[in-house]
């Protein structure tokens, strides 16, 4: 069975520097979708990154970006230039294939994301 | 404004008495989704629903039941089957061909 896996259950980073989250996930398949969601305190779940299997290079938005290492089944999160703002828990997830057809999210346990100023 | 609303926000309830929460999209989306989140654990879920007058059991669908009579519309109905109800619920839906979800709001639901 799929699992997404996140060994940091807290983390902590100065206003301005950078973090890297980690998440590994364990498969069968070849071709799958993970993603990188924020839950801020209000709770809402926003979708920060995604990156697809298929593609080498690493996905990046602003000042999100993701190390992805298919062969060792990693999936780690950069944020760079810390702000306050991004203080939140973090989610990894993975997305079964098409085939499966549920187009179902599996999530980690998420990482608690502390900034200090 | 797109998006998905999820209604209300904190929701009471005694034990034994079904409750049901809403869940509206005007985004066009043709999958919808809910999940339950307790804390230290990850999203797990519910049901999901890929198109109208179809949806399918998730991983933990016991206690549950939901409807998908409108394209816009996925109410979650939590039964008094459910034995541990009291949880934050998240409906989330996906555009055809997309690979993403969307998240709403979420319903905090307590069961006393």
């Known amino acids: 069975a799929q699992t997404v896996t996140q060994s940091q259950p807290e983390m902590s980073v100065q206003e301005a520097e950078t973090v890297t989250l980690s998440c590994t996930y364990d498969?069968?398949?070849?071709?799958?979708?993970l993603f990188w969601y924020k839950q801020p305190p209000s709770r809402q779940m926003i979708l920060v990154i995604r990156?697809?299997?298929?593609?080498?290079q690493n996905a990046t938005e602003n000042r999100f970006s993701v190390n992805f290492q298919k062969a060792a089944k990693s999936f780690s999160l950069k944020i760079s230039d810390s702000q306050l703002g991004d203080a939140a828990m973090y989610f990894c997830?993975?997305?079964?294939?098409?085939?499966?057809?549920?187009?179902?999210?599996?999530f980690g346990t998420g990482t608690l994301l502390a900034v200090q100023p | 404004d797109g998006g998905i609303t999820q209604s209300p926000k904190y929701l009471f309830r005694k034990e034994g008495q079904n409750v049901t929460l809403s869940c509206e999209q005007n985004?066009?989306?043709?999958?919808m989704y809910w999940y339950r989140q307790d804390p230290g654990q990850g999203l797990r879920l519910i049901y999901y629903?890929?198109?109208?007058?179809?949806?399918q059991k998730g991983d933990i669908a016991e206690g549950y039941s939901v409807s998908r009579e409108k394209k816009e519309s996925f109410p979650l109905t939590v039964t008094s089957a459910q034995k541990n109800p009291t949880a934050f619920y998240l409906c989330?839906?996906?555009?055809?061909?997309?690979?993403?979800?969307?998240f709403g709001p979420g319903t905090r639901l307590t069961v006393t």
């Open positions: 985004l066009n989306h043709d999958a």
């Open positions: 498969t069968s398949e070849s071709d799958y979708y």
């Open positions: 990156q697809e299997a298929y593609k080498q």
């Open positions: 629903s890929q198109i109208v007058n179809d949806f």
């Open positions: 989330a839906s996906r555009g055809r061909g997309r690979y993403e979800q969307y």
């Open positions: 997830a993975y997305r079964i294939p098409q085939g499966g057809a549920t187009n179902k999210l599996i």
